[in-house]
């Protein structure tokens, strides 16, 4: 949990930069399904605690916009990501 809470947090991370291009992927919900089951799960193992405030406030709106995704599993693990 440490380890992934340091690669997010990290500044220059292209680890958070991946996750976010494939959460805006448009034409492939498989690739949205993914980047949104490794973030709930990074996440779980991270705990809010181990997440900067700048990096919430990036992944809380991404997380938002999957609400609306047009993929029904994509919407479900945006919304376990929430919480």
């Known amino acids: 949990p440490d380890v992934l809470a ?32 490794c973030l709930t799960q990074m996440l779980v193992a ?8 700048n990096l919430r406030r990036a992944i809380y709106p991404e997380l938002l916009k999957r609400l609306d995704d047009a993929s029904d599993e994509v919407r479900l693990f945006a919304r376990g990501a929430l919480g």
């Open 46 to 53: 991270c705990g809010s605690r181990g997440l900067t405030n």
């Open 6 to 37: 340091t690669e997010l947090t990290r500044e220059g991370s292209t680890l958070w930069a991946a996750l976010q291009g494939a959460l805006d992927e448009y034409y492939y919900a498989d690739t949205r399904l993914a980047a949104a089951t």
